[in-house]
């Protein structure tokens, strides 16, 4: 790709150069120049200068511009509206769940979701600098012509966007690619204001060069379809493939791509900024008349083919339901129920047996699974209807957030209820006791879920409402003078969803940061690790120190630290999120050999590592998806 982006500017600066020459000879009296080849050296020097600054320019201010958007800014200028979380239409309804279903099986915070109302072909798209910064679209063709199995292969297809890391290139992609067509924009903007001039003689040179610069700027158009092309189509399969092995049905994709063959919009989009995008949507978005060397996508039938070589056309466009669908707060068909625990209610802090090496283990990072999935809308069925409707709306979504953090003793819960309404905020305060109701008894293994179902409506809210909500958090985790890590990495994570900071470059390495690793390490080791019948937990907190370390290469005699401060657990975690991708694979597999220093892991410890994942942006799935969370109360 840079490569070609190399090549496509020295192409654009020789084209430009050759019109410049030319004016030069038409314009200029000077008897020695003669030819291109006698025209002074400054005059190529200048257009080649100006060249280069118009295209860095050009492709640094849309690079600055969309880096403070990320996602949101792509879909605002795809001309997409987003969903409210309290949306009530079927159709979008039906979308929310499968994203909310399709988000907690990865463990990737809740994308916003957006809908393009004015295109009627099928096509979506992912779009973020980061996992736990995404958005999804869709079209509304999209939603009106598939089956929920087909939209659920669509919206897997662009998780694995998500979770693959396409998303940062292709949002690069835009700003840098934007800057080699510019020259054709300039180009257009002169031959428009030839027309308009009132002197017919005057602006006819005007025109011809517009024209020229406009013919030249295919030149970058060329080499921007040509890298988009290089670039999207293997992932593209990666994607069609990933989708499969999200939802183990590999009708959903083909289907949906199926009635992409059968439909008459095909997968075309309207919007201004298709052409700069077209690499980032499900279907081809744009037409190209060199197919194949241009074409951002695979051929249909070669998409469908490599995901279901036996799919048959005929039968499943007979057999399809576009208005089946599960009911709400339902799982789907496909998904298997809890199996009823035996012995009723049981405490989260049961271990279970863990089989996997700390390697093994950190591969989960950003992987799905079909068992995943079912987990995902089981663990949805399984939330109170109030409780669940309660999270799509902003004030209600952040009284159950603070009312998982109440402690379970009244008189503690009164005393932090006190404290939110001291710190100004006592309408937060008799929403949260509301709350507690619908989230008291609620295991750790839903904790995370209810999160972020509630960020959505927490994002979309007023800057002050988030603030108060944030400071209500606060208020309730200091009351007691005791923070536990769960309420650390909770408050850590909203205010990384609603108040987040300016997006840093992750190259850090791990050596670099030692201390910091050493902090988040102990916590971890001192969570993950329980008192013998003499009330210490010495051996067993060094087996998980000795485990985490080895494998971090850190020196476990220092790596110990006593003073796990908030002030300090928080600059640790703050770090370590600029590690680089690499170095994040190692900090994660030692935290989880600390966890699983004793062939155990018990929910609290799992669900501890999924927020502590979410926070570092290393996604990690359900890891005991085996076990029904409505039969766990918390420790």
């Not at 902003?394 to 009164?414: E, Q, T």
């Not at 080895?550 to 110990?560: F, G, P, S, T, W």
Request: aromatic share 4%.
């Amino acid at each position: 790709m840079v490569l070609l982006f190399a090549l496509s500017v020295a192409a654009i600066i020789l084209a430009v150069n050759l019109v410049v020459g030319a004016v030069y000879l038409a314009a200029a009296d000077d008897q020695v120049a003669t030819t291109l080849a006698k025209v002074p050296r400054e005059v190529y020097t200048s257009g080649a200068l100006v060249t280069f600054l118009i295209i860095a320019i050009v492709s640094l201010v849309n690079i600055v511009r969309l880096a403070g958007g990320g996602g949101a800014k792509v879909a605002q200028l795809m001309g997409a509206r987003l969903v409210p979380s309290s949306s009530t239409d079927r159709l979008e309804r039906r979308l929310l769940n499968i994203v909310e279903e399709m988000s907690i099986a990865s463990g990737v915070r809740l994308p916003q979701v957006y809908v393009m109302d004015r295109e009627k072909g099928i096509n979506a798209f992912a779009a973020g600098w980061s996992a736990n910064g995404a958005v999804v679209a869709v079209t509304r063709g999209t939603l009106e012509r598939l089956t929920r199995d087909e939209l659920q292969g669509v919206i897997g297809h662009e998780f694995s966007h998500i979770l693959n890391g396409d998303m940062g290139l292709n949002i690069r992609m835009i700003g840098v690619l934007a800057g080699i067509v510019a020259i054709g924009s300039i180009g257009a903007f002169l031959m428009r204001n030839a027309f308009e001039a009132d002197d017919i003689r005057a602006a006819i040179p005007v025109f011809v060069l517009g024209l020229a610069i406009f013919t030249i700027g295919y030149t970058g158009l060329f080499f921007a379809r040509l890298i988009k092309a290089s670039v999207s189509r293997q992932r593209e399969f990666l994607a069609d493939a990933s989708s499969v092995q999200f939802t183990r049905n590999p009708d959903g994709i083909a289907g949906a791509l199926d009635q992409i063959r059968a439909s008459g919009a095909g997968t075309l989009i309207a919007a201004r900024y298709a052409e700069e995008a077209s690499h980032m949507f499900f279907g081809q978005s744009i037409r190209v008349r060199l197919t194949g060397l241009f074409d951002t996508h695979p051929p249909l039938e070669e998409r469908i083919l490599r995901v279901n070589p036996r799919f048959q056309m005929a039968p499943y466009r007979k057999g399809r339901n576009v208005d089946a669908d599960a009911p709400a707060g339902e799982a789907p068909a496909g998904a298997v129920a809890f199996a009823a625990a035996p012995g009723g209610r049981r405490s989260a802090d049961n271990g279970t047996a863990w089989g996997r090496s700390a390697a093994e283990s950190a591969q989960l990072v950003g992987s799905v699974g079909a068992a995943k999935l079912d987990y995902a809308a089981r663990l949805l069925a399984a939330l109170p209807a109030g409780l669940r409707e309660s999270l799509r709306v902003a004030d209600s979504a952040g009284a159950a957030v603070i009312a998982l953090l109440l402690a379970p003793k009244d008189d503690v819960m009164r005393e932090q209820l006190k404290a939110v309404a001291a710190a100004g905020l006592a309408p937060v305060a008799q929403r949260a006791a509301q709350a507690a109701a619908l989230t008291r008894g609620l295991g750790p293994a839903f904790h995370l879920a209810v999160v972020d179902l509630a960020l959505p409506a927490l994002k979309a809210a007023p800057a002050q409402a988030k603030q108060d909500f944030l400071a209500a958090l606060e208020a309730v985790i200091n009351a007691d003078r005791r923070v536990s890590l769960h309420e650390l990495v909770v408050l850590t994570l909203a205010r990384e969803q609603l108040a987040p900071r300016a997006r840093q470059k992750e190259t850090k390495k791990l050596a670099d940061l030692a201390e910091h690793a050493a902090t988040l390490l102990s916590l971890i080791a001192h969570a993950g690790t329980r008192a013998d019948a003499s009330g210490q937990r010495g051996d067993a907190l060094k087996l998980a120190m000795t485990a985490g370390a080895a494998l971090m290469e850190i020196d476990v005699a220092k790596a110990l630290v006593a003073d796990l401060s908030l002030e300090r657990i928080n600059a640790a975690l703050e770090a370590l999120r600029l590690l680089a991708p690499l170095q994040k694979a190692l900090l994660v597999k030692g935290l989880f050999a600390a966890v699983t220093a004793d062939g155990t892991i018990r929910v609290t410890e799992a669900e501890l590592m999924r927020a502590v994942g979410a926070v570092l942006d290393c996604p990690l799935p359900p890891l005991l998806d085996e076990v029904d969370p409505a039969t766990l109360v918390a420790d």
